[in-house]
């Protein structure tokens, strides 16, 4: 099973309508999980943490189930701004080491008008 | 606050050509990082500096130098460029505490095509 798994799309989604994608991850001991956006030949930009209880910012809402080693986004009344591609982000281990942090290779994900 | 910088922006090499690239954060994190992106691969880290004065390989790291020069400044050197290291480089930086796992923070990307 690969570190950080992510279903490379893209999603096409019109506009307004909510979409939904999971990630998996390999390392049952991560602790610390993120969303990235990156856009078309930019830097990969926090879009939030993830929070065990789950955790809502605007549209945006973001779950983890350590059970099945998954996390979620859910973009609610998507945006044309929202094109993007996503990347879902993992922690190497349990948080003792400094290298950083696993990125899966990204959602791409395509609002259309 | 300008956060992570790179330079440069855009690099063409010919094989067999050196050359550093620079990075640079005023967050004050004490831990670094250095990417590369390619089509397909996601990113992959090639080295990375815990605190000033350590340095550490990542997933790959053939074909790189890194000196962390103080806390600030991060810097990746190509002794001698290959087209296989034609990509988008991306330095990072966060906070580490041993403990608890903090966001990273990108720079904007150095563009290396490698002819």
């Known amino acids: 099973r690969k570190e950080v798994e992510q279903d490379p799309g893209p999603f096409n989604v019109p506009e307004g309508a909510t979409v939904a994608f999971n990630c998996t991850y390999s390392?049952?001991?991560?602790?610390?999980f993120f969303w990235y956006r990156q856009d078309c030949r930019k830097e990969p930009k926090l879009l939030m943490s993830?929070?065990?209880s789950g955790n809502e910012d605007g549209r945006f809402t973001a779950q983890l189930n350590r059970a099945s080693q998954y996390i979620s986004l859910l973009i609610r009344d998507s945006k044309l701004s929202d094109s993007a591609t996503y990347l879902c982000?993992?922690?190497?281990?349990?948080?003792?080491?400094?290298?950083?942090?696993?990125f899966g290779k990204g959602t791409h994900l395509i609002i259309q008008p | 606050n300008a956060g992570v910088t790179q330079t440069p922006k855009f690099q063409v090499l010919k094989t067999g050509q050196s050359m550093t690239l620079q990075c640079a954060q005023d967050?004050?994190?004490?831990?670094m990082y250095w990417y590369r992106q390619d089509p397909g691969m996601g990113l992959r880290l090639i080295y990375y500096?815990?605190?000033?004065?350590?340095?550490d390989k990542g997933e790959v790291p053939n074909g790189y130098n890194v000196s962390r020069l103080n806390k600030r400044e991060f810097s990746l050197r190509l002794e001698s460029a290959a087209p296989s290291q034609t990509s988008v480089y991306f330095c990072?930086?966060?906070?580490?505490?041993?403990?608890?796992?903090?966001?990273?923070?990108f720079g904007p990307g150095t563009r290396l095509t490698v002819t």
């Open positions: 990072a930086s966060r906070i580490f505490s041993g403990r608890l796992t903090y966001e990273q923070y």
């Open positions: 390392n049952s001991a991560s602790q610390s």
């Open positions: 993830v929070y065990s």
């Open positions: 982000v993992v922690n190497r281990d349990s948080g003792g080491g400094a290298d950083g942090l696993t």
């Open positions: 967050m004050n994190h004490n831990s």
């Open positions: 500096s815990a605190s000033e004065g350590t340095t």
